[in-house]
């Protein structure tokens, strides 16, 4: 039986809490409630055709609250739907879709590659985190001066590390979030006036001299959080770099045949986005009455599809709990079977434009982890993945010791 409100289970077990009750109840899909409102939750590949479906469902007001608070800000992207969606998709796809990054991959590649020179004591997911932050700050035309990087990288990082905590780093998150918001609006501003010098063609630019369908400049507010919407989620890729490092640091097979196998670096970082535990879940609202299963959607009624058991289904993956980057050579490429980032087709669905810098930045630093790091001789430390965090990074954040 799913319990009667799943908000306290899904604290307690963000990842795995929906996968198991699938697994109990012996479907693809449980009712329950979440903060108290009826929501279906779903799991698996066909859940996830449905749930991508947008004539079935939209996006305007699934996001709860205390998110929009903090991750996504309030007015952006992801509450769009219909040609409103696509429009501003277009946008993102336009600054940040393949081909559109190779400086900005070439530039932290650098400086992760000089960060692993020095030698000393780093924390990897620290440092991956003020590297990302200065060099998309740079590359978007909004330039920290050093100075100004601990500080950014941390207001930054709060939002996405803090999002979904229930203690006082909420309160951080939310500062983090308004501090964000009053930065990021301040560079709107001045690319509008031009108080200060912002290079044309840059994203900031580009964002602030952008209009909608009815040809109108965004609100400066609104303006911001896209701003914010390219910045956040390119520092987030730091997650999924130490995901990297604890999986080479756990799998010392896997190192050898990296070394010996430079092409598999592909497969193995699209085994790591598959397997990671980064976010929980994704939610939507039905546009009218509708069915899935045995279970009735009001219109306007809440769906929550997880991403956990949906990249582990057993109908689209062999052994799904198993590391296994070789699964990688024959896979078909269904939109549906990975959804780390989310699912579906970029341009018409909400899934996540940064997927291929992702991937870029995942695949060069992977090489250079594998090169820089003497994998037998880490420093003592926590690598066990802390489930109960989104996402969830090790408590000593990867230690790694570069020798003189
Ligand atoms: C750590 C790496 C990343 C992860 C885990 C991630 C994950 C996600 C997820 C789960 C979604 C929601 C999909 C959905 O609602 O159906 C999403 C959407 C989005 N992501 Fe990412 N993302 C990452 C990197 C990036 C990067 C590098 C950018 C931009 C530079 C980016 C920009 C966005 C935007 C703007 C959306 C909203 C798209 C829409 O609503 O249509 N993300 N991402």
């Given at each position: 039986m799913a319990p009667f409100d799943s908000t306290l289970h899904l604290r307690r077990d963000p990842y795995r809490f929906v996968g198991k009750t699938c697994a109990k109840i012996g479907s693809d899909a449980f009712k329950s409630r979440l903060m108290l409102e009826p929501t279906v939750f779903l799991s698996g590949v066909e859940a996830a055709r449905f749930f991508y479906d947008t004539t079935v469902f939209k996006r305007h007001g699934a996001a709860p609250g205390f998110l929009k608070k903090t991750l996504f800000g309030e007015g952006g992207v992801q509450g769009l739907d219909d040609a409103a969606h696509r429009h501003r998709k277009a946008l993102f796809l336009d600054l940040v879709g393949p081909g559109r990054t190779d400086d900005l991959t070439r530039q932290t590649v650098a400086a992760i590659n000089a960060l692993l020179r020095k030698p000393g004591r780093i924390v990897l997911q620290d440092a991956f985190e003020r590297i990302l932050t200065r060099s998309v700050c740079d590359w978007a035309g909004t330039p920290l001066t050093d100075g100004e990087i601990p500080a950014h990288s941390r207001m930054l990082s709060h939002l996405f590390e803090h999002a979904g905590a229930v203690d006082h780093r909420q309160l951080l998150a939310r500062w983090a979030r308004k501090r964000a918001d009053r930065w990021a609006a301040g560079r709107i501003a001045d690319a509008r006036s031009g108080r200060a010098a912002t290079r044309t063609g840059s994203v900031v630019h580009r964002i602030a001299t952008w209009r909608d369908l009815e040809g109108n400049l965004l609100d400066e507010h609104v303006a911001a959080v896209e701003l914010l919407n390219v910045l956040r989620p390119f520092v987030a890729i730091s997650a999924f770099l130490t995901f990297v490092a604890v999986t080479l640091a756990t799998r010392p097979l896997e190192v050898s045949a990296l070394r010996l196998d430079p092409a598999r670096t592909m497969w193995f970082i699209q085994e790591v986005r598959r397997t990671a535990p980064f976010f929980p879940l994704l939610a939507a609202r039905a546009r009218a009455a509708t069915q899935w299963r045995k279970h009735h959607i009001a219109a306007n009624g809440l769906v929550a599809l997880e991403i956990w058991g949906t990249n582990r289904d057993h109908t689209a993956w062999n052994d799904p709990d198993v590391f296994r980057p070789e699964r990688f050579k024959d896979w078909s490429g269904d939109p549906f079977t990975m959804v780390p980032q989310g699912g579906g087709d970029h341009a018409n669905n909400?899934?996540?434009?940064g997927e291929w810098v992702t991937q870029d930045l995942m695949v060069a630093a992977t090489r250079i982890l594998i090169e820089r790091i003497d994998w037998r001789a880490l420093p003592d430390q926590n690598l066990d993945l802390n489930m109960f965090k989104l996402p969830a990074l090790p408590k000593d954040r990867f230690i790694v010791e570069v020798p003189n």
């Open positions: 909400h899934r996540c434009p």
